[in-house]
C-alpha cells in the first residue's frame, strides 16, 4: 500500500536538498570567485586523489567501483578516474559526503578518520598528514583542477638500482616529472610494493628492508597511474670458487648470475638421480627397470643425453605436454557430447607435439581455426571459448603472459595497458562467425566478412585491432584479423610471444619462472636473471618455435642438472637455482607412478586398459577419482597453471598412508608383488627392483639389509601364535611397497 | 500431526490440490509411458558387411549383420556384376543366414556400391560394399598391444573392427627410403569409426598420428617392421565400428588420389545438368596464396583448390551493364570439409589509370530448402542437411567494365590440404532443380530424436510419406510433378504437387492391402516445365547410415543412396489403412464443401480413442486438425475449399497423423519356433530312446553282441548330445520369438491414401 509522506520525511527530504544546494552553491561561489584558487593550494588531481589512493580508499574491496563501492560511494579503481571521482564525491549522495560550510563535519572525513562508524576502519586519522591535505581542499571550496592541473608525464624512483646486502635497509624517494616541465617529489604520496615480500619488504613512506634472501627483488612504486621499480640485488656473499663446466648457453648467464650475487651451485646430480629426474620432468614417468638397464649400459659421457633423446622422442613427452596445454586451454567436458570434441582437441595437441610442431605454428592454428571440430580440432577452443572478451584475455595471458583481465574495466593498475589496448586486442576477434552444427552445442567457426571493430565500454568508439603495444592495424574486410594477431605473435619484434614460452617452459623444470607468476609479465615484475630470459627468448625464437629444442636445451645444461643438495650456503636462495628445487610428483605423474610401482593399472571409462592418468584427455577423471582431485589435478577451469594445486595437505598424506585405491593397488593379484611371489624371486633381488622401480637407484647396504630383515619377519596373529609364512611374506612386501611409496624420495622429484 | 500442519497451512482448497498434485505427476506419467513407447515400426537394416569389400574378378565369402531381417533370401548388390549366392551349413544343410558368397565380375569398375538384403519384412537399407584392385583380407582380431600385432602385407586391403576402449595393433615389413601411403577407410564406407591412425616403431612408440585425414604419408628411414594402430577417436567400437586399412608405396611426390567416398545429402544439387565431367579451365596459380588475377571470360568454366593456407584466388572478367550471371561454387558438395564464399567487385575507375575495387555483391552458403533439425528437445525437422557451405547466387552488373572475384574458403585460414579442390561455374541463367527425398518422420512423442533410415521395405495398407526438399537453381519457380515408376504389383506412388516457389514435397508409395510379396527397382523423377520444354530430373533417395534412436547420445549422419528398390512384403500388415472409399477424382465447384467418404481398416489395438489427423497437400496444410475415431469404419472428411481458398483445378491431398499401435513383432515366428522346437524334442527324444536300448543291450548278450552294441551306444550318444544341443538352440530360439511378440506400444506415422480432388471453377453469376 502506498503511504503518503510523514511531515518528518518531508522535512528531511527538504533538509537534504537545501544542503546539497548549498554545496552547490557555495561551490559554484568559491569557483566564481577565487578562480585561482586551484592554483596554489590543494590539487583535487595530484593531492587529493593520491591521498584517497594511497589511504586505500578505491581499493577493489573497499570503495572501487569496479568493487561495487561499499555503500554506494563509489571511486574509480585506484583514482584512474578523477573527473568521475570527482562527480562522486561532490554531487552525489545529495552532497552530504562534503560540508563547505563546516569542512571538518564532512562525512569523507568523519567517515575516514574514524569520528563515526567507518567498516574500512580508521584510514586517515584527524591531524594526519592526508586528513589535513582533504580539509584544506575542502575548505579552499572542494575545486576541481582536471582540466588546468599539469598532468604526470613519467616517475622516477632514486635510487633506481643498486646492491643491497640482507637485512640492509634502503630509502626510496619517488619524483613526479609533470608536463609544465615541474619536478615533484611524491613519496609520501605513492605507493610501494615488492615482487616478492619474502625477500624484501617495503613500507609506506619508501623504506625497503631486504630479508635473508639473495637474489634479484623489485620494488614496484605507482603514483597516478605511472609505475617505476626499483632493482635490487642481494648478494649472498659466499666465495663461488668453482661452477660445473659450462654445457651450453644456460649455464653461462644461469653460472655467472650465481657468481655475482656470490651463491655457490651444487654440484651435478649423480646419473641415477638425472635418469628419474628428467624422466619425470620430459615424459611425466619414471624410468622403467629395463630402461635403467639400457641407461646403465650406455657409455658414461653419452648416457644423459641418450636418455633425453629417448624421452623426448617418446609418445609420453607428448601425452605429457599435451595434459598440460590442454588444461590451460579449458579442455573440459561439462556435457556427455563434450567427449568427441574433447577428444579430438587433446588429440591434436598431443600429436602436434609428438610431431614437433613449431610453436608458432600450433599457435597459429589455434587462433584462426575455422571449420568444424572433427575436421579441424583446434575449433574445439572456440567451442569452449565464446565470449571474445574472455578469448582475448585467456590469449594474452596463455601465449603472452600478459593479464589482460583489469584493462576491460580501467586501466592495469600495475601496467601500461588501458581499457583501449583491451578492446583493440579483443577486436581480433570480432569477426569469428559460427554456424550450427548437428551436435548440440557446437559451432562451426569461420570469418566473418567484414571491418574487425569493438566497442570501448567507456567511451563507444569503436576500435580497430591492434596487438598489444602496437599502433592499430587497417585491415581489409576479408582479411580474418585473427591471422594477423597470428602474424603478429610470431613476429620477430613481439616482445612477449617467445618470452611467455620460454619462462614458461623454464617453470616446468626448475619450479619457479624466471618471472613470476609465469603468466605475468609487466615492467613492473622483472626477471630474475634477465640476460638468461633473454638468451632463451632469442634461442627459441632463432630455432623457429622448436618446443623439443628447448626442453632438449634446458635439460642438457648442467644448470638443470644441478643436485638438489644444498651446499655452501645455498640453501636460502629460492630463485637463483643454485640447486635443483625438489617438487612434489603432480597427480597424474604420482598416480602413475604408483601404478608403475605396484604393477597396477587405474581404469579409466572409455579409455583403453593400461591408459596413463598423464594421458588423460580432460578433466572428467577427476569425479570418479580421488586420488587425482586429492593430488590437485586442476578441472580445466582457468587459463593460469595455478589451478592445480601443486601444495601438499594432510589429506593427501592420509590418502597414501590409507585410501582404498591405494590399498588394492597393493593387494592387486596381478601386480608387481604378486608376481614377485609367484616368480619367488630372492628377496635381495625383490628388494633391488623395487628400489630401481620407485627411486632408479639400487638400496644402499643399510636399506637393503633393514629392507630384507622386514620381508623375512612373521608376525603373530592376534592370538599370538605365528602367522603362515606365505602370508606374512605377502603382508611384508606389500607394507615394503607402501612405505617406498610414502618417502619423500618417491613423491618428489629431486 | 504432520498432515494437519500441511492442512492448516495449505491455502490450496482440497479440490485444487488434488489438481495440482494431479498436474504434477501428470508429467511423470506421461512421460513414463513416453519412455516405453517404442517409434516406428521395425524396418529390415542391414549393418555390416565383413569383408567390406572385394578385388575384381574375384569371389569371396562375406558374414553379414542385420537388424529386423530374419528369413533372408537374397544379398543384392546395385550393380548386375556383383552377384551373391547363398551358403549352405555343411551339417545341416540349411542355408545360413548371415553367410553369402560373392563373385565380382572383372568387369565391375571399382568403385563403392549398394548392398541390401531382401528379408521377411522386404528390402532393406544399404549398406556400402567396396569393389578395388587389390587383395583383401580380414584382420584375425585380438590384436590389441604390440606382442600381438597383425602381420599385414602391403598392397592389400586389411577388413577390421575396432574393439570398444582398445588399439587395434598392425605390424608391416617396411623398406628404408620407401614412400608409403596408408589409407584408413572408415566413414567414406558407412562406418561409425572417427579414426585415430598411428604410425609406431616396432616396440610401439608413436611416430606419426592423423586424427581427422584418414591417410598418412610416411617415407621409412629403417628397413625392418613398423607397426599401425587403429583406434576410434573416442575408443568407441562394435560391429559400427569397421574400417579398411591399406599400406601402398608410392612414387615420392605423387599427389595421393582420393579414395571413394560415400556422397553426403548435401550433394545432390551438385553437379548442374550438362556439366562436363573435368572443367575446361585450371586455376593458373594453384601454389599460391595471394597470386595474380586470372582473367576469364564468360560464360565460365573453372577447376581450383584451397590452397595454400588462407589461399585467395581472383578472377577478372570484362562484363557489360544489365547482364545477370550466375556464380556456383562447389566444394564441400565433392567431399570436402570448406566453406566457399565468392566476393564479386567492380573496378570503379577515379582517373586516369587510377581506381579501387567496389563490392558489388557476396556470395556465400546455399541455404536449407527445408529446415532441418536443431538437435533440440525434440523432433523439430528432419535431421537432413539439404543447403550447403558452397555459395551460389546472381549479379547484375550495373555498368560497363572490368569485374573481379574473389573466391575464398571460409574454412581455409589455416589449412594447407591441396585436396580441397572446388569447381567454379559462371553462366547465364539456366533455371532447373534437383530433387532429395527420405522416408518422412515427425514427432511421434515427446523428446523424439529418432533418426532412422526408412526403406521403401512396405507392409501392406500402408502409404509411406517420402519427404522431398527441392533445389531450385538460377531462379526457377515453376511448379514439379514428382513421379515414381517401376514399382512392384499393388503398389502406387502419387506426388503431392510441388507448387511454384515452394522447396518441399511429398511422395507418397502406397501398398494395398492384397498386393503380393514383390520387390522392383524404381524410377523416381521431378517434372517440370522449363522455358516451355517438360524436363526431369531424378531424385535423390537418402538415407541415415546408422539407426539413431537419440540424436543427443549420437549425431545422426546421412548419405545419398545410388538405387531405389521398393519391396511389399505380406508377413505384416499395417496396423491402420485410412483411404477413400472410392477411388476416384472427388469434384467440387470452387467455394464449396466437398465431403469425402473415408474407409478404415484396423488390423491391430491402439492406444487411444482418437487419432488426429492433419492435412498434408499444396494449399490443404491449413485445414484444421482433426479427429478420426479409430474404432469407426468409416468416417467423413469435409473439405471446405472456401476457408483453404483453394483454387480451380486438379489437387491432390493427404490426412496424418501419429498413432501408438499395440506392435508384436513376427508373432508367426513365435508359432514356426514352437514347430521347430518340438521337432528337435521329438528327435531328441527319439535318439534318447535309443541309446536307453542300446545301454540295456550292451549290458547283456553274447560279447558280440555287447561290442555291437557298445560301438552304436558311441554313435548314438554322440547323436543325443547334437540333438540335445539343437534342443537348447530352438528352446532359446522361440523363447527370443515370444518375447519379440510380446504387444508393444509403438508410434508410428499413419498416412491416408491421397485423395484427388478436381476444384471446378464457380459459374458466373
Same mark, same amino acid.
Given at each position: ?5 510523514? @511531515? ?365 571440430? @572433427? ?290 593397488? @597393493? ?84 | ?765
Amino acid at each position: 500500500m502506498h503511504h503518503p509522506p510523514s @511531515l518528518l520525511a518531508v522535512w528531511n527530504w527538504t533538509v537534504r536538498k537545501l544542503r546539497y544546494l548549498a554545496v552547490v552553491l557555495i561551490f559554484s561561489h568559491c569557483q566564481a570567485a577565487d578562480p585561482s584558487a586551484t592554483v596554489a593550494s590543494v590539487s583535487f588531481i595530484h593531492d587529493v586523489v593520491p591521498v584517497l589512493t594511497k589511504a586505500g580508499c578505491n581499493a577493489g574491496i573497499c570503495h572501487a567501483k569496479a568493487g561495487n563501492g561499499q555503500n554506494g560511494f563509489q571511486l574509480s579503481l585506484l583514482g584512474f578516474e578523477p573527473q568521475e571521482d570527482y562527480d562522486h564525491l561532490v554531487k552525489e549522495s545529495r552532497g552530504r559526503r562534503l560540508s563547505l560550510a563546516a569542512p571538518e563535519q564532512s562525512l569523507l572525513l568523519q567517515k575516514a578518520s574514524g569520528v563515526v562508524p567507518h567498516r574500512g576502519g580508521v584510514r586517515l586519522p584527524v591531524d594526519s598528514e592526508g586528513y589535513n591535505q582533504l580539509l584544506h581542499w575542502i575548505r579552499q571550496g572542494a575545486p576541481y583542477d582536471g582540466a588546468s592541473a599539469p598532468k604526470l608525464q613519467s616517475l622516477e624512483v632514486q635510487p633506481d638500482r643498486g646492491v643491497a646486502a640482507r637485512g640492509s635497509s634502503v630509502r626510496l624517494q619517488v619524483w613526479g616529472l609533470f608536463s609544465d616541465g615541474s619536478r615533484r617529489d611524491v613519496t609520501r604520496l605513492a605507493l610501494f610494493e615488492s615482487n616478492d615480500p619474502a625477500m624484501a619488504e617495503a613500507t609506506p613512506d619508501g623504506s625497503v628492508t631486504i630479508g635473508q634472501i639473495p637474489g634479484k627483488v623489485a620494488i614496484m612504486v605507482r603514483f597516478e597511474g605511472q609505475v617505476a621499480v626499483h632493482h635490487a640485488a642481494v648478494p649472498l656473499g659466499e666465495p663461488v670458487v668453482t661452477v660445473p663446466p659450462i654445457r651450453n648457453f644456460i649455464d653461462q648467464h644461469l653460472f655467472r648470475n650465481l657468481q655475482e650475487l656470490g651463491i655457490p651451485p651444487s654440484p651435478v646430480c649423480d646419473d641415477a638421480t638425472f635418469a628419474r629426474r628428467v624422466a619425470l620432468d620430459l615424459a611425466g614417468r619414471l624410468p622403467s627397470p629395463a630402461e635403467l638397464d639400457a641407461y646403465w649400459a650406455t657409455p658414461q659421457d653419452q648416457r644423459r643425453d641418450w636418455w633425453i633423446e629417448r624421452l623426448i622422442a617418446s609418445g609420453e613427452y607428448a601425452d605429457f605436454f599435451a595434459n598440460k596445454w590442454t588444461a590451460m586451454l579449458k579442455n573440459r567436458r561439462d556435457d556427455a557430447s563434450d567427449i568427441t570434441s574433447n577428444f579430438a582437441f587433446y588429440s591434436w595437441v598431443r600429436d602436434s607435439l609428438l610431431a614437433n610442431k613449431p610453436y608458432d605454428t600450433m599457435v597459429r592454428e589455434l587462433l584462426a581455426a575455422t571449420g568444424t571440430v @572433427l575436421s579441424n580440432p583446434p575449433v574445439a577452443w572456440y567451442k569452449r571459448v565464446k565470449d571474445p572478451k574472455q578469448q582475448v584475455e585467456d590469449v594474452a595471458q596463455l601465449f603472452l603472459g600478459v593479464r589482460m583481465q583489469c584493462a576491460q574495466c580501467h586501466h592495469h593498475p600495475f601496467e601500461r595497458w588501458s581499457q583501449e589496448d583491451y578492446y583493440r586486442m579483443s577486436a581480433f576477434f570480432t569477426q569469428v562467425g559460427r554456424k550450427p552444427t548437428s551436435t548440440r552445442g557446437e559451432d562451426s567457426i569461420f570469418h566473418k566478412r567484414g571491418i574487425a571493430t569493438a566497442v570501448h565500454v567507456k567511451t563507444g568508439a569503436k576500435l580497430t585491432p591492434a596487438p598489444l603495444g602496437s599502433p592499430p592495424l587497417q585491415l581489409p574486410p576479408d582479411e580474418d584479423p585473427r591471422l594477423k594477431l597470428a602474424d603478429w605473435m610470431r613476429d620477430p619484434a613481439n616482445p612477449f610471444f617467445a618470452k611467455s614460452l620460454v619462462n614458461r617452459y623454464w617453470k616446468h623444470f626448475f619450479r619457479r619462472g624466471l618471472i613470476e607468476p609465469e603468466d605475468d609479465i609487466r615492467d613492473s615484475n622483472p626477471p630474475s636473471n634477465p640476460e638468461l630470459l633473454l638468451a632463451l627468448e632469442s634461442h627459441f625464437r632463432d630455432s623457429g618455435f622448436d618446443l623439443k629444442d628447448l626442453v632438449r636445451t634446458i635439460v642438457r645444461s648442467h644448470a638443470y642438472q644441478l643436485s638438489s643438495q644444498p651446499t655452501g650456503g645455498n640453501l636460502v636462495d629460492q630463485q637463483n637455482y643454485s640447486r635443483y628445487y625438489p617438487r612434489r610428483l603432480q597427480a597424474e605423474v604420482l598416480l602413475d607412478s604408483v601404478d608403475d610401482l605396484t604393477g597396477s593399472r587405474t581404469d579409466f571409462a572409455n579409455l583403453p586398459a593400461g591408459t596413463r592418468a598423464i594421458a588423460l584427455p580432460d578433466n572428467s577423471y577427476n569425479n570418479a577419482s580421488p586420488f587425482l582431485r586429492v593430488f590437485g589435478r586442476p578441472e580445466n577451469e582457468s587459463v593460469c597453471e595455478c589451478e592445480r594445486i601443486q601444495t601438499s595437505s594432510l589429506a593427501q598424506s592420509l590418502h597414501l598412508i590409507n585410501a582404498g585405491d591405494v590399498k588394492a593397488k @597393493l593387494q592387486n593379484p596381478l601386480g608387481r608383488i604378486e608376481q614377485l611371489l609367484k616368480d619367488q624371486i630372492p628377496d635381495d633381488q625383490a628388494v633391488r627392483l623395487l628400489y630401481r622401480s620407485a627411486f632408479a637407484r639400487d638400496p644402499n647396504e643399510g636399506e637393503l639389509r633393514t629392507a630384507i630383515e622386514y620381508l623375512q619377519t612373521v608376525p603373530n596373529d592376534a592370538a599370538g601364535n605365528p602367522i603362515d609364512p606365505a602370508r606374512a611374506k605377502r603382508e611384508n612386501y606389500q607394507d615394503l611397497v607402501w612405505s617406498l611409496i610414502n618417502t619423500k624420495e618417491f613423491l618428489f622429484n629431486h | 500431526m504432520a498432515e494437519r500442519h500441511f492442512r492448516s497451512k495449505s491455502k490450496l482448497s482440497p479440490r485444487l490440490l488434488r489438481w495440482t498434485t494431479l498436474a504434477t505427476l501428470l508429467p511423470c506419467l506421461l512421460s513414463s509411458q513416453a519412455v516405453a513407447q517404442s517409434v516406428c515400426l521395425p524396418l529390415p537394416r542391414l549393418l555390416s558387411i565383413t569383408p567390406m569389400g572385394g578385388k575384381v574378378g574375384s569371389e569371396i565369402e562375406v558374414t553379414i549383420q542385420s537388424e529386423h531381417a530374419e528369413q533372408i533370401e537374397q544379398l543384392r548388390f546395385h550393380h548386375p556384376g556383383i552377384v551373391a549366392t547363398a551358403i549352405q551349413d555343411p551339417a545341416t544343410g540349411e542355408q545360413l543366414e548371415d553367410r553369402f558368397r560373392v563373385r565380382i565380375a572383372p568387369d565391375v569398375p571399382p568403385g563403392l556400391y549398394e548392398a541390401r538384403v531382401l528379408c521377411r519384412l522386404g528390402i532393406s537399407a544399404a549398406r556400402i560394399f567396396s569393389v578395388g584392385t587389390l587383395p583383401e583380407t580380414i584382420a584375425p582380431g585380438a590384436n590389441h598391444s604390440v606382442a600381438s600385432a597383425s602381420q599385414v602385407q602391403i598392397n592389400t586391403i586389411v577388413n577390421a573392427t575396432c574393439t570398444a576402449r582398445a588399439v587395434d595393433h598392425f605390424r608391416f615389413e617396411a623398406v628404408a627410403g620407401t614412400h608409403y601411403w596408408i589409407q584408413c577407410d572408415a566413414r567414406a564406407v558407412d562406418s561409425k569409426l572417427d579414426p585415430v591412425l598411428i604410425v609406431a616403431d616396432s616396440e610401439g612408440r608413436d611416430l606419426v598420428a592423423s586424427r581427422s585425414g584418414d591417410r598418412i604419408d610416411l617415407t621409412a628411414t629403417t628397413d625392418g617392421p613398423m607397426l599401425i594402430k587403429v583406434h576410434d577417436l573416442t575408443f568407441k567400437g562394435g560391429p559400427g565400428y569397421f574400417y579398411r586399412l591399406s599400406i601402398q608405396p608410392m612414387e615420392a611426390e605423387t599427389t595421393i588420389p582420393l579414395t571413394p567416398s560415400v556422397q553426403s545429402v548435401t550433394s545432390y544439387s551438385w553437379p548442374p545438368e550438362g556439366l562436363p565431367q573435368e572443367a575446361p579451365l585450371q586455376e593458373q596459380s594453384p601454389e599460391e596464396a595471394a597470386g595474380p588475377s586470372q582473367t576469364i571470360s564468360l560464360p565460365c568454366d573453372l577447376a581450383g583448390s584451397f590452397y595454400p593456407a588462407a589461399d585467395v584466388d581472383l578472377y577478372e572478367f570484362d562484363g557489360k551493364k544489365g547482364e545477370s550471371w550466375w556464380i556456383e561454387v562447389a566444394s564441400e558438395r565433392l567431399g570436402r570439409p570448406t566453406d566457399a564464399a565468392v566476393l564479386v567487385q567492380r573496378w570503379v575507375s577515379a582517373a586516369e589509370g587510377q581506381g579501387e575495387w567496389t563490392d558489388l555483391s557476396e556470395l556465400s552458403d546455399i541455404p536449407s530448402p527445408i529446415k532441418p533439425s536443431s538437435n533440440g528437445y525434440a523432433y523439430d525437422g528432419p535431421p537432413y542437411e539439404t543447403g550447403s557451405a558452397d555459395a551460389l547466387g546472381k549479379v547484375e552488373l550495373p555498368e560497363d567494365g572490368r569485374y573481379r572475384l574473389q573466391v575464398r574458403d571460409l574454412f581455409g585460414g589455416t589449412r594447407e590440404d591441396r585436396r580441397n579442390r572446388y569447381r567454379l561455374v559462371i553462366r547465364k541463367a539456366q533455371p532447373d532443380f534437383a530433387l532429395v527425398g527420405w522416408g518422412m518422420h515427425m514427432e511421434l512423442r515427446n523428446g523424439d530424436r529418432a533418426a532412422f533410415s526408412k526403406p521403401l521395405a512396405l507392409r501392406p495398407g500402408v502409404t509411406q510419406p517420402v519427404e522431398v526438399a527441392v533445389f531450385r537453381r538460377d531462379g526457377f519457380a515453376g511448379e514439379i510433378e514428382l513421379v515414381m515408376e517401376g514399382l512392384p504389383p499393388g503398389v502406387t506412388a502419387q506426388g503431392l504437387k510441388i507448387a511454384a516457389g515452394k522447396t518441399r514435397g511429398v511422395l507418397l508409395v502406397t501398398a494395398s492391402g492384397e498386393a503380393p510379396r514383390g520387390i522392383a527397382d524404381a524410377q523416381c523423377y521431378g517434372k517440370a516445365v522449363i522455358d516451355g520444354v517438360e524436363v526431369r530430373r531424378p531424385l535423390r533417395m537418402a538415407q541415415m547410415i546408422w539407426p539413431v534412436a537419440d540424436a543427443w547420445s549420437e549425431i545422426p549422419v546421412p548419405r545419398l543412396v545410388a538405387d531405389l528398390p521398393v519391396s511389399v512384403s505380406p508377413s505384416e500388415p499395417f496396423p491402420l489403412t485410412l483411404e477413400p472409399q472410392e477411388s476416384k477424382v472427388y469434384e467440387v465447384v470452387a467455394g464449396q464443401k466437398v465431403a469425402i467418404p473415408m474407409k478404415v481398416t484396423r488390423r491391430a489395438e491402439f492406444s487411444g480413442s482418437t487419432l488426429q489427423l492433419r492435412t498434408m497437400g499444396e494449399g490443404f496444410e491449413q485445414m484444421p486438425r482433426w479427429d478420426l475415431p479409430i474404432q469407426s469404419d468409416q468416417v467423413e472428411a469435409v473439405i471446405d475449399t472456401a476457408a483453404l481458398k483453394i483454387p480451380p483445378g486438379d489437387h491432390a491431398l493427404a490426412f496424418y497423423g501419429a498413432a501408438v499401435a499395440k506392435y508384436r513383432y513376427n508373432p508367426t515366428d513365435v508359432e514356426g519356433s514352437e514347430r521347430v522346437l518340438k521337432e528337435a524334442q521329438e528327435v531328441a527324444n527319439a535318439v534318447g530312446q535309443e541309446v536307453e536300448k542300446l545301454n540295456t543291450q550292451a549290458s547283456q548278450g553274447t560279447a558280440e553282441a555287447k561290442e555291437a552294441a557298445m560301438k552304436q551306444l558311441q554313435e548314438s550318444q554322440k547323436k543325443k548330445e547334437v540333438a540335445q544341443q539343437r534342443v537348447q538352440k530352438m528352446t532359446a530360439r522361440h523363447q527370443a520369438a515370444k518375447e519379440k511378440a510380446n504387444p508393444r506400444d509403438t508410434a508410428e506415422i499413419v498416412v491416408s491414401q491421397p485423395i484427388r480432388i478436381r476444384v471446378k471453377p464457380a459459374e458466373q453469376p
